[in-house]
T-cell receptor, first 109, second 113 residues
C-alpha cells in the first residue's frame, strides 16, 4: 500500500520561529489534507490542498503532486501552535484516506 | 451541536467484553470512516464505507467489525476486546470521490483491562 512519511517526527522551537513540515507519499493521490491535533486530542482541518499553494494567516501549504510531496509552513510560531500535525492522502487507486505518523511540534514561550 | 458525534467518549472495559462505538453525522456525507490512534503511530484506518451497502476493510480491520445502519450512522464493534485494542478511536466523514475533505468526531477513548 501507499507509504506516507512525515518529517521531522519531532520539532522544538522558540516562540516566534518559523518551521517547515514535510509530507512525502509513495503513490498517486487524489488529494491531500493537513490537520492539527491540539493537546486535547481534537483534529482540526488546516488545509485541503490537492495541488498548488494556499495560505491562511501564519500558515501556508504547498503540494507538488507530480513529485509526491507537500510542505506546511508555520511562521512566527505561537505556543498555541503546539501539538501534532498530520498529513493525509486520498489514494488514487481505491479512495482510501491514509495518514502519516505526524510531526510533534512543541513551541517554547 | 457537533456535526460528527461519537458515543461513548470514554469507556473502560475488561478483556473479552463486547464493545460498540457509535458515530452519527448531520453533514449529509456519504462516506464514513473509523480510525484508531496510538501514540507515535498516527491514525490507522480500520474500516470505511462509501454508502450504506459499500463497506471496506482498511489497514487494520482484524478484531473489528462495522455496521452502516443508515447514511448518518456508522458503528464500530469489538466482539471480544483485548488490551492491545486500548486506543483513541475516531470517526470521520467526507462528501465523496476527490472531494474527500475529512471531518472528525471528537474521539472515543477506549481502555481494555
Amino acid at each position: 500500500g501507499i507509504q506516507v512519511e512525515q518529517s521531522p517526527p519531532d520539532l522544538i522551537l522558540q516562540e516566534g520561529a518559523n518551521s517547515t513540515l514535510r509530507c512525502n507519499f509513495s503513490d498517486s493521490v487524489n488529494n491531500l489534507q493537513w490537520f492539527h491535533q491540539n493537546p486535547w486530542g481534537q483534529l482540526i482541518n488546516l488545509f485541503y490542498i490537492p495541488s498548488g499553494t494556499k495560505q491562511n494567516g501564519r500558515l501556508s501549504a504547498t503540494t507538488v503532486a507530480t513529485e509526491r510531496y507537500s510542505l506546511l509552513y508555520i511562521s512566527s510560531s505561537q505556543t498555541t501552535d503546539s501539538g501534532v500535525y498530520f498529513c493525509a492522502v486520498e489514494v488514487d487507486r481505491d479512495d482510501k484516506i491514509i495518514f502519516g505518523k505526524g510531526t510533534r511540534l512543541h513551541i517554547l514561550p | 451541536d457537533a456535526d460528527v458525534t461519537q458515543t461513548p467518549r470514554n469507556r473502560i472495559t475488561k478483556t473479552g467484553k463486547r464493545i460498540m462505538l457509535e458515530c452519527s453525522q448531520t453533514k449529509g456525507h456519504d462516506r464514513m470512516y473509523w480510525y484508531r490512534q496510538d501514540p507515535g503511530l498516527g491514525l490507522r484506518l480500520i474500516y470505511y464505507s462509501f454508502d450504506v451497502k459499500d463497506i471496506n476493510k482498511g489497514e487494520i480491520s482484524d478484531g473489528y467489525s462495522v455496521s452502516r445502519q443508515a447514511q448518518a450512522k456508522f458503528s464500530l464493534s469489538l466482539e471480544s476486546a483485548i488490551p492491545n485494542q486500548t486506543a483513541l478511536y475516531f470517526c470521520a466523514t467526507s462528501r465523496g470521490h476527490m472531494t474527500g475533505e475529512l471531518f472528525f468526531g471528537e474521539g472515543s477513548r477506549l481502555t481494555v483491562l
